[in-house]
């Protein structure tokens, strides 16, 4: 049976949190060890440029995020875990995507229309201060994904758009040169997957700041923790585990019988401060070891490179070949 190919970009344009461990990293590594699953998992390095002009930011980002994925166990001899930027096939293949997307379909696309709105809203231009990065994103998406043909695409609802632009570019491409290039890419929404508050209680993001970095040294760790908000029960009142970012965080953590106590001392009025330092324990002792590795990684980032360089050959080793269709379909001169 021929294994499933999975794709998986990280835009590189913050430090890791606790949100992006439970809701995206914990499962896509779980996920790549499916002896069914051809996984590729990228960082977004040219997708950052969008939201973030700092060079420096934009490595140190990089660096992190990939230490992160090293740090947990991602096996990089059963995926491909390359950076974005390594792979020249994926820009030469949003060029050529391009010119065959109609300018009507990136106007729907949902992060251009709502930063039109706000322009419309704040009584300026409609496109002040809209790149053309903003507007050609989902072309660039798409090309991340039709390189690799790509069949199942994990994202969040709000990602769903893209997904679907993708297919309708690939569908233009294949039906404009008579030829079944591109693979038709399907989204696959996690409805199962963990959704964090963060400190303040909205969902846990950097645009938010609100987040807890996920290898924190243990007291910044545990200062984070003691930030979250909470009410003013006091200790000895029952408390209520549905809207509590504690628990919240600890059932992302817990093993069932973990869950289960945790209920029965909100039920029996747990101090908020007694929760907390628990909370501290469990997060803590799962993340210390992985923590160790991913200092080692970030002091001595030569492995961080190598690791990528590898991932990096993988995948132009699977691009070049489908660039080649790409390029004899249309018109274009071979590689040479």
Same mark, same amino acid.
């Given at each position: 049976?021929?294994?499933?190919?999975?794709?998986?970009?990280?835009?590189?344009?913050?430090?890791?949190?606790?949100?992006?461990?439970?809701?995206?990293?914990?499962?896509?590594?779980?996920?790549?060890?499916?002896?069914?699953?051809?996984?590729?998992?990228?960082?977004?390095?040219?997708?950052?440029?969008?939201?973030?002009?700092?060079?420096?930011?934009?490595?140190?980002?990089?660096?992190?995020?990939?230490?992160?994925?090293?740090?947990?166990?991602?096996?990089?001899?059963?995926?491909?875990?390359?950076?974005?930027?390594?792979?020249?096939?994926?820009?030469?293949?949003?060029?050529?995507?391009?010119?065959?997307?109609?300018?009507?379909?990136?106007?729907?696309? !949902?992060? /251009? =229309?709502?930063? *039109?709105?706000?322009?419309? &809203?704040?009584?300026?231009?409609? +496109?002040?201060?809209?790149?053309? %990065?903003?507007?050609?994103?989902?072309?660039?998406?798409?090309?991340?994904?039709?390189?690799?043909?790509?069949?199942?695409?994990?994202?969040?609802?709000?990602?769903?758009?893209?997904?679907?632009?993708?297919?309708?570019?690939?569908?233009?491409?294949? !039906?404009? /040169? =008579?030829?079944? *290039?591109?693979?038709?890419? &399907?989204?696959?929404?996690?409805? +199962?997957?963990?959704?964090?508050? %963060?400190?303040?209680?909205?969902?846990?993001?950097?645009?938010?700041?609100?987040?807890?970095?996920?290898?924190?040294?243990?007291?910044?760790?545990?200062?984070?923790?003691?930030?979250?908000?909470?009410?003013?029960?006091?200790?000895?009142?029952?408390?209520?585990?549905?809207?509590?970012? *504690?628990?919240?965080?600890?059932?992302?953590?817990?093993?069932?019988?973990?869950?289960?106590?945790?209920?029965?001392?909100?039920?029996?009025?747990?101090?908020?401060?007694?929760?907390?330092?628990?909370?501290?324990?469990?997060?803590?002792?799962?993340?210390?070891?992985?923590?160790?590795?991913?200092?080692?990684?970030?002091?001595?980032?030569?492995?961080?490179?190598?690791?990528?360089?590898?991932?990096?050959?993988?995948?132009?080793?699977?691009?070049?070949?489908?660039?080649?269709?790409?390029?004899?379909?249309?018109?274009?001169?071979?590689?040479?």
């Amino acid at each position: 049976m021929a294994k499933q190919r999975v794709l998986t970009g990280i835009t590189t344009t913050g430090t890791p949190h606790l949100g992006n461990y439970v809701g995206a990293i914990r499962p896509a590594i779980e996920s790549s060890r499916d002896s069914n699953i051809d996984a590729y998992f990228f960082l977004a390095d040219y997708h950052a440029l969008i939201k973030c002009g700092d060079p420096a930011k934009v490595q140190q980002s990089t660096k992190e995020i990939a230490a992160t994925w090293l740090a947990l166990g991602l096996d990089t001899d059963n995926t491909t875990f390359y950076r974005q930027s390594d792979v020249p096939e994926v820009t030469e293949l949003s060029w050529i995507l391009t010119c065959l997307t109609a300018k009507g379909l990136m106007n729907r696309a !949902h992060a /251009y =229309k709502a930063a *039109v709105q706000v322009n419309e &809203e704040e009584g300026e231009d409609p +496109d002040k201060g809209i790149m053309m %990065g903003l507007f050609n994103y989902p072309i660039l998406m798409a090309a991340d994904i039709l390189m690799f043909n790509g069949e199942k695409i994990p994202v969040g609802k709000d990602q769903i758009q893209h997904i679907e632009m993708a297919r309708d570019i690939a569908q233009k491409f294949n !039906h404009h /040169y =008579k030829q079944e *290039v591109f693979t038709l890419p &399907e989204a696959v929404v996690g409805e +199962d997957a963990a959704v964090l508050s %963060g400190l303040d209680g909205r969902k846990m993001s950097k645009s938010y700041n609100n987040t807890i970095p996920l290898f924190l040294p243990e007291k910044k760790l545990q200062k984070h923790i003691n930030k979250i908000k909470t009410n003013l029960l006091e200790p000895g009142e029952p408390k209520d585990v549905t809207d509590s970012t *504690v628990f919240e965080i600890w059932q992302a953590f817990a093993n069932p019988e973990q869950v289960q106590y945790m209920r029965e001392q909100f039920a029996q009025g747990i101090a908020w401060g007694q929760a907390k330092k628990e909370l501290f324990g469990l997060i803590n002792e799962q993340l210390s070891g992985a923590r160790e590795r991913y200092e080692a990684l970030m002091a001595d980032g030569s492995f961080i490179e190598q690791e990528l360089q590898k991932g990096a050959a993988k995948a132009r080793a699977s691009a070049r070949p489908l660039m080649e269709k790409v390029r004899k379909a249309a018109g274009i001169a071979p590689i040479s």
